[in-house]
């Protein structure tokens, strides 16, 4: 049996057994909707209005800002296509003790409270919890042995049966139509939890080199020993994305190490100020990407595709420093970039939430064409 059903058959195995009453989980109290953000409101960028319809997606030769939405209609490509020759899926996990740089993980109890000395972070408690990391590899078909093969890495992966199968799909089709070129992609879980005082806040939320050259150092040789691929090296034929927290761990993937990787897709980017501990080098967190680093910094050879929903995330917390809102925080990255003469693409998705769910198989495809475009131009 393929991990991938293994994967599927998991959950539905937890989905019909649930946990004695006793042992469920309380549920966390609903949060408040996030307030809708006008397209045209002060500080917005000027977008270029798409025509509305359900499909409607930039060309994949422009930069700039767009709007989409509010209606969505999945992409031709997250389709079943029988013509499209099936990529490979390998899986293997590895475990927090074997791991150099995040041995071992952090967990915590409860949220922090504002630090009453320093409004910029939390007073948060820890302890230290040992973690599985699943990683799934998708090799294209086609692959010869001794290829030196693109790379895409994508972060809170692998996920559990559709999730996976949908981008599997994406990108066998886009493959076999010539859009992307034939890479292997590497999905890697995070090491548990969110935000500050867990594993993935510490190893997403974090402004310096290390999660780059954990993946680098640690995680690609793994993947090339068990899938039995080889990757390239160079930064201009890798890619790396992913969502919320995710999404800004590609992004400082590249700033940091832009000889290791180049291209970013971001949906919903976290580029707000959820750095944990607090680091007097960048007090602001992500939030200060688009107020400091990238305006003082010489422009770098990146390429960033990014979207957001007119819904997205406002103040989900008990902090209220003004660096909060989702919305906010990706237009700022948008119009620096503009600034900087960076190669770059924005949509702004109405109708949409954190994560950007109802729009994501219509913007998906094309992200990844966007990020490849000019890779047979160099």
């Known amino acids: 049996m393929s991990p991938l059903r293994l994967l599927a058959l998991g959950l539905l195995l937890a989905v019909a057994c649930p946990l004695p009453a006793q042992q ?13 953000r006008p397209f045209d409101a002060p500080g917005a960028p000027k977008f270029v209005r798409l025509d509305g319809k359900p499909g409607a997606v930039p060309p994949v030769d422009t930069v700039g800002d767009y709007l989409v939405g509010p209606q969505y209609a999945a992409a031709e490509a997250t389709k079943e296509n029988p013509a499209a020759p099936k990529g490979r899926v390998t899986q293997f996990v590895m475990e927090s003790k074997d791991c150099r740089r995040f041995n071992p ?6 949220f922090g409270v504002p630090d009453p000395k320093n409004p910029k972070t939390l007073i948060v408690e820890t302890h230290t919890v040992d973690y599985r990391r699943a990683i799934s590899v998708y090799v294209p078909a086609g692959h010869r042995a001794g290829d030196v093969m693109p790379l895409l890495v994508t972060h809170d992966g692998p996920g559990v049966g559709k999730s996976d199968q949908n981008l599997v799909r994406i990108l066998d089709n886009l493959i076999h139509a010539g859009r992307i070129p034939p890479l292997v992609c590497v999905m890697i879980a995070n090491g548990g939890g969110d935000a500050q005082g867990h594993e993935r806040g510490k190893e997403y939320d974090t402004l310096s080199p290390l999660f780059a050259e954990f993946i680098e150092e640690e995680v690609l040789p793994l993947v090339e020993k068990n899938a039995g691929v080889r990757l390239t090296r160079d930064p201009e ?8 927290s995710g999404a800004a761990a590609a992004f400082t ?13 971001s949906l919903s980017g976290t580029f707000v100020n959820q750095q944990w501990p607090f680091d007097p080098a ?11 680093i990238i305006p003082a910094a010489p422009r770098k050879p990146l390429r960033v595709w990014m979207c957001v929903g007119d819904r997205d995330n ?23 970039l503009a600034e900087k003469g960076y190669r770059y693409q924005y949509l702004y998705c109405l109708d949409s939430g954190h994560g950007v769910g109802n729009a994501r198989p219509q913007l998906l ?14």
Request: glycine fraction near 6%; charged fraction near 30%; proline fraction near 9%.
């Open 24 to 36: 469920k989980k309380k549920a966390a109290p609903a949060r408040p909707q996030p307030p809708t």
């Open 365 to 378: 495809p094309q992200a990844l064409e966007w990020a490849w475009h000019d890779r047979r131009k160099r």
């Open 105 to 110: 993980g952090i967990a915590r109890k409860e």
């Open 237 to 244: 034929d890798r890619a790396t994305m992913g969502v919320s």
């Open 282 to 292: 960048t007090p602001d967190g992500a939030w200060g990407y688009h107020t400091t």
């Open 314 to 336: 406002f103040n989900p917390n008990v902090m209220r420093d003004g660096m909060h809102d989702w919305v906010e925080a990706n237009h700022r990255m948008a119009k620096v």
């Open 253 to 265: 993937m590249a700033w940091y190490r832009p000889d290791l990787w180049r291209r970013v897709i």
